[in-house]
Protein backbone atom coordinates (compact mmCIF):
# COMPACT_ATOMS: atom_id res chain seq x y z
CA UNK A 1 0.00 0.00 0.00
CA UNK A 2 0.91 3.62 -0.77
CA UNK A 3 1.08 6.87 1.73
CA UNK A 4 -1.83 7.49 -0.31
CA UNK A 5 -3.78 4.24 0.23
CA UNK A 6 -2.52 3.76 4.17
CA UNK A 7 -3.98 7.10 4.92
CA UNK A 8 -7.53 6.31 3.23
CA UNK A 9 -7.85 3.10 4.68
CA UNK A 10 -7.23 4.88 8.15
CA UNK A 11 -9.93 7.57 7.33
CA UNK A 12 -12.32 4.98 7.05
CA UNK A 13 -11.34 3.08 9.85
CA UNK A 14 -11.65 6.70 11.87
CA UNK A 15 -14.74 7.24 10.33
CA UNK A 16 -15.95 3.80 11.72
CA UNK A 17 -14.87 4.61 14.93
CA UNK A 18 -16.65 7.58 15.40
CA UNK A 19 -20.20 6.43 13.72
CA UNK A 20 -19.70 3.80 16.58
CA UNK A 21 -19.12 5.80 19.18
CA UNK A 22 -22.26 8.34 18.04
CA UNK A 23 -20.68 10.84 16.18
CA UNK A 24 -22.42 12.30 13.04
CA UNK A 25 -19.96 13.15 9.95
CA UNK A 26 -20.38 16.67 8.68
CA UNK A 27 -18.00 16.42 6.27
CA UNK A 28 -14.67 14.94 5.00
CA UNK A 29 -11.47 16.23 3.17
CA UNK A 30 -12.65 20.12 3.55
CA UNK A 31 -9.79 21.82 2.40
CA UNK A 32 -8.79 25.94 2.59
CA UNK A 33 -6.09 27.81 1.04
CA UNK A 34 -4.88 29.60 3.80
CA UNK A 35 -3.83 33.23 2.89
CA UNK A 36 -0.42 33.59 2.22
CA UNK A 37 0.58 30.52 2.26
CA UNK A 38 1.14 28.53 -0.47
CA UNK A 39 -0.11 25.47 0.66
CA UNK A 40 -3.48 24.56 1.56
CA UNK A 41 -5.29 23.10 4.26
CA UNK A 42 -7.33 20.30 4.99
CA UNK A 43 -9.42 18.48 7.55
CA UNK A 44 -9.87 15.09 7.42
CA UNK A 45 -13.15 15.13 8.73
CA UNK A 46 -16.26 16.70 10.59
CA UNK A 47 -17.97 15.62 13.30
CA UNK A 48 -20.55 16.25 15.74
CA UNK A 49 -21.81 14.94 18.84
CA UNK A 50 -24.47 16.13 21.19
CA UNK A 51 -23.56 20.21 20.36
CA UNK A 52 -19.70 19.77 20.06
CA UNK A 53 -18.60 20.34 16.17
CA UNK A 54 -15.12 18.46 16.32
CA UNK A 55 -12.79 18.91 13.81
CA UNK A 56 -10.49 15.79 12.90
CA UNK A 57 -7.03 15.22 11.84
CA UNK A 58 -6.66 11.27 11.19
CA UNK A 59 -3.19 9.89 11.51
CA UNK A 60 -1.97 6.41 9.97
CA UNK A 61 0.92 4.00 10.66
CA UNK A 62 1.75 0.64 9.19
CA UNK A 63 3.38 -1.91 10.23
CA UNK A 64 4.79 -4.14 7.92
CA UNK A 65 5.31 -7.92 9.48
CA UNK A 66 8.47 -8.35 11.62
CA UNK A 67 8.71 -4.50 11.40
CA UNK A 68 8.79 -2.23 14.75
CA UNK A 69 6.92 0.89 14.48
CA UNK A 70 8.79 4.21 14.68
CA UNK A 71 9.34 5.99 18.24
CA UNK A 72 7.16 8.63 17.29
CA UNK A 73 3.12 7.34 17.70
CA UNK A 74 0.38 8.82 14.50
CA UNK A 75 -0.66 11.58 16.67
CA UNK A 76 2.92 13.18 17.51
CA UNK A 77 3.19 14.05 13.63
CA UNK A 78 0.68 16.58 14.18
CA UNK A 79 3.55 19.29 15.05
CA UNK A 80 3.27 23.02 16.03
CA UNK A 81 2.73 23.90 12.21
CA UNK A 82 -0.30 21.49 11.00
CA UNK A 83 -2.07 22.33 14.72
CA UNK A 84 -1.96 26.45 13.11
CA UNK A 85 -2.96 24.85 9.77
CA UNK A 86 -5.67 23.17 11.61
CA UNK A 87 -7.18 25.91 13.36
CA UNK A 88 -7.17 28.18 10.52
CA UNK A 89 -8.90 25.41 8.28
CA UNK A 90 -11.49 24.79 10.70
CA UNK A 91 -12.23 28.34 11.98
CA UNK A 92 -12.51 28.35 7.62
CA UNK A 93 -15.18 25.87 7.60
CA UNK A 94 -17.42 27.29 10.10
CA UNK A 95 -17.37 30.60 8.55
CA UNK A 96 -18.59 28.99 5.57
CA UNK A 97 -21.22 27.22 6.95
CA UNK A 98 -21.96 30.34 9.06
CA UNK A 99 -21.73 28.83 12.50
CA UNK A 100 -20.59 31.49 14.95
CA UNK A 101 -16.51 30.86 16.09
CA UNK A 102 -17.86 30.93 19.44
CA UNK A 103 -19.81 27.97 19.25
CA UNK A 104 -18.96 24.85 20.93
CA UNK A 105 -16.11 23.38 18.80
CA UNK A 106 -12.52 21.60 19.32
CA UNK A 107 -9.91 19.65 17.16
CA UNK A 108 -9.42 16.56 17.94
CA UNK A 109 -6.66 13.74 16.64
CA UNK A 110 -6.68 10.67 15.86
CA UNK A 111 -3.94 8.00 15.78
CA UNK A 112 -4.19 4.71 13.60
CA UNK A 113 -1.66 1.89 13.90
CA UNK A 114 -2.35 -0.72 11.55
CA UNK A 115 -0.26 -3.61 12.92
CA UNK A 116 -0.40 -5.88 9.90
CA UNK A 117 -0.27 -4.25 6.30
CA UNK A 118 -3.76 -5.36 4.98
CA UNK A 119 -5.38 -4.77 1.51
CA UNK A 120 -8.98 -4.29 2.64
CA UNK A 121 -11.06 -2.35 5.30
CA UNK A 122 -12.69 -5.23 6.55
CA UNK A 123 -9.11 -7.54 6.94
CA UNK A 124 -7.67 -4.67 8.39
CA UNK A 125 -10.21 -4.21 11.29
CA UNK A 126 -10.23 -8.02 11.96
CA UNK A 127 -9.50 -8.81 15.46
CA UNK A 128 -6.65 -6.81 16.71
CA UNK A 129 -5.07 -5.70 13.86
CA UNK A 130 -5.45 -1.83 14.79
CA UNK A 131 -5.14 -0.11 17.46
CA UNK A 132 -6.95 3.59 17.62
CA UNK A 133 -6.12 6.34 20.12
CA UNK A 134 -8.67 9.07 20.54
CA UNK A 135 -7.32 12.42 21.51
CA UNK A 136 -10.28 14.90 22.20
CA UNK A 137 -9.69 18.37 22.18
CA UNK A 138 -6.08 18.01 21.42
CA UNK A 139 -5.35 21.17 20.35
CA UNK A 140 -5.69 24.78 21.46
CA UNK A 141 -7.09 26.88 19.47
CA UNK A 142 -7.37 30.55 22.26
Known amino acids: MNKKEIGNLGEKIAGKYLKDKGYE ?3 KNYSFRIPGNPQKGEIDMVAKKSDIISFIEVKTLTEARGEQFSAIS ?12 LVKTAESWLMKK ?7 W ?10 EEKPSFAEA ?9 HFENA ?3 H
Open 25 to 27: ILD
Open 74 to 85: PEEKVDFWKQRK
Open 98 to 104: KIPLNSK
Open 106 to 115: QIDVIGIKIL
Open 125 to 133: TEGKKVEIS
Open 139 to 141: ISY
